[in-house]
């Protein structure tokens, strides 16, 4: 613990959270980030950055692909599959039914780090193989779907609300993605799941939702930046479905981390170089504001 600090922020974008976060592991490289507190909001509902053509993240994916092989994008699609949704043509059945139907697919794109499963198949089918597709034995509450479906529950509950004009009980509206019987293991090196829950917070009169993310640890080199893309976007569907905006992610990290980090070369340079020009604009931006205010 003594080389851990406990670090907390309120950013208005991904990338502005994301940048800050990893400067400040970039100057301290041994350094944990314990507990770890990022809330990222936007009153007039978020605008996130278009991954194939932002600077910073496409400085990131450069330098992921080189030292892992990873991408931003295959570290969202397991917690949000937006390309699925947009070709489900705003049919919430027929996408998770899809999913389902292709969650072993996705399952062997990278076996070894999805063979506990997705966290978007816990997400909509809980008691579902993620292997076969065939129903776990689980017996779900009677507000839930066979295969477990708790971002249905939640949107169903969030319309409810909107149609009432208040919040039901918000302790119902959460999604868990850890099951300690399937999960719990004495491997060194567990690849899955880090994200233990999801939590949303309807604020009925303002028309806002806000999701709140828990994580035992997490890479922020190789998986934060994608997490929390994928997160957003979850919580953009889940407003959208339930005639809300989202206005605030949250991210709750036990350690925050980065024992995997850019070596040295050109591509850090380019990333440090693109994360200090996302931290730049952003406080011109803030002095542009505070000198029209004044």
């Known amino acids: 613990m003594s080389n851990s600090t406990f670090y907390t922020r309120q950013e208005p974008s991904l990338?502005?959270?994301w940048a800050r976060t990893f400067l400040e592991l970039v100057e301290h490289p041994s350094r944990e980030l314990a507990p770890f507190t990022m809330s990222i909001a936007s009153a007039s509902g978020f605008s996130l950055p278009n991954t194939l053509t932002h600077p910073l993240a496409k400085?990131?994916?450069?330098?992921m692909k080189h030292e892992t092989g990873?991408?931003?994008?295959?570290?969202a699609f397991p917690i949000f599959p937006e390309r699925l949704w947009k070709v489900s043509g705003g049919d919430r059945q027929e996408f998770y039914a899809e999913f389902l139907k292709n969650q072993p697919i996705y399952v062997g794109w990278e076996p070894q780090k999805n063979k506990g499963g997705t966290y978007f198949g816990r997400l909509i089918g809980f008691g579902i193989d993620h292997?076969?597709?065939?129903?776990?034995?689980?017996?779900?509450s009677k507000t839930l779907t066979k295969e477990g479906n708790q971002l249905e529950h939640v949107i169903r509950q969030c319309k409810r609300s909107v149609e009432l004009g208040r919040s039901v009980a918000r302790m119902q509206l959460q999604a868990s993605t850890f099951d300690p019987f399937r999960d719990l293991t004495t491997s060194g090196q567990p690849c899955f799941p880090c994200l233990q829950h999801i939590a949303f917070d309807p604020d009925i009169k303002a028309g806002r939702l806000a999701l709140t993310a828990f994580y035992a640890t997490q890479q922020l080199f190789v998986?934060?930046?994608?997490?929390?893309l994928g997160l957003c976007r979850l919580g953009s569907?889940?407003?959208?479905?339930?005639?809300?905006?989202?206005?605030?992610?949250?991210?709750?990290?036990?350690?925050?981390?980065?024992?995997?980090?850019?070596?040295?070369g050109s591509l850090r340079t380019e990333l440090i170089r693109a994360a200090r020009d996302?931290?730049?604009?952003?406080?011109?931006?803030?002095r542009l504001v505070a000198a029209n205010v004044g």
């Open 223 to 228: 998986k934060a930046y994608g997490n929390w």
């Open 70 to 75: 990873q991408e931003i994008e295959k570290v």
């Open 59 to 63: 400085a990131l994916d450069a330098s």
């Open 131 to 140: 292997r076969t597709g065939k129903d776990l034995g689980f017996k779900p």
């Open 15 to 17: 990338e502005l959270a």
């Open 237 to 264: 569907f889940v407003a959208g479905e339930s005639g809300l905006k989202l206005t605030r992610f949250s991210c709750f990290v036990g350690v925050q981390k980065m024992d995997i980090a850019p070596k040295a």
């Open 278 to 286: 996302v931290v730049s604009q952003a406080a011109n931006e803030s």
